[in-house]
């Protein structure tokens, strides 16, 4: 797998949905890598705390759960108070390719508005033998899918 082109992705999604990134070219052999993953609760939001959770299924869900193979990244931004944020947690799978969509859905405070959460992502493009690109489709499902 060898990385050439960079594309970013940013915008922003309402606590409670789930956006689709389309990232799916039509190329079963191209694919992207995920490097960076940064998000912030909008100004005006009913809080600043925010987290979301980056995925390659609409239904992984918004809870954080590393054993879902689904679920490829995890953001969050706390807020102590009025004096500013702390830094931007954020954990990328290091052993993943994105070839169909990608997915994004997160929570703001206690995550019962619909207040809006600002995004960032960065790709990698990744070009796949046939043999990748089999097995990178295999761990795009979840180890329950009944699909």
């Known amino acids: 797998m060898a990385g050439n082109h960079r594309r970013t992705l940013r ?3 309402a606590e ?3 956006k689709r990134l389309i990232v799916d070219d039509g190329r079963l052999n191209h694919g992207y890598k995920v490097v960076k993953f940064l998000i912030s609760g909008g100004p005006g939001a009913s809080s600043y ?3 979301a959770v980056l995925s390659l299924d ?3 869900g918004v809870t954080w759960n590393w054993g879902d193979n689904r679920q490829i990244g995890w953001a969050s931004q706390r807020v102590a108070d ?3 944020a702390q830094p931007i947690m954020s954990v990328l799978d290091p052993d993943h390719v994105v070839i169909m969509d990608l997915y994004i859905q997160g929570i703001v405070g206690t995550g019962t508005g619909s207040d809006p ?3 960032l992502i960065e790709l990698e493009t990744v070009d796949l033998t046939d043999d990748e690109t ?3 489709l295999i761990k795009e499902r ?3 899918d009944p699909r």
């Open 142 to 144: 979840s180890q329950d």
């Open 11 to 13: 915008g922003q999604f």
């Open 117 to 119: 959460i600002n995004y």
């Open 49 to 51: 705390d925010a987290q």
């Open 16 to 18: 409670g949905t789930v």
């Open 134 to 136: 089999i097995l990178t």
């Open 82 to 84: 009025t004096s500013g």
């Open 58 to 60: 609409y239904d992984s």
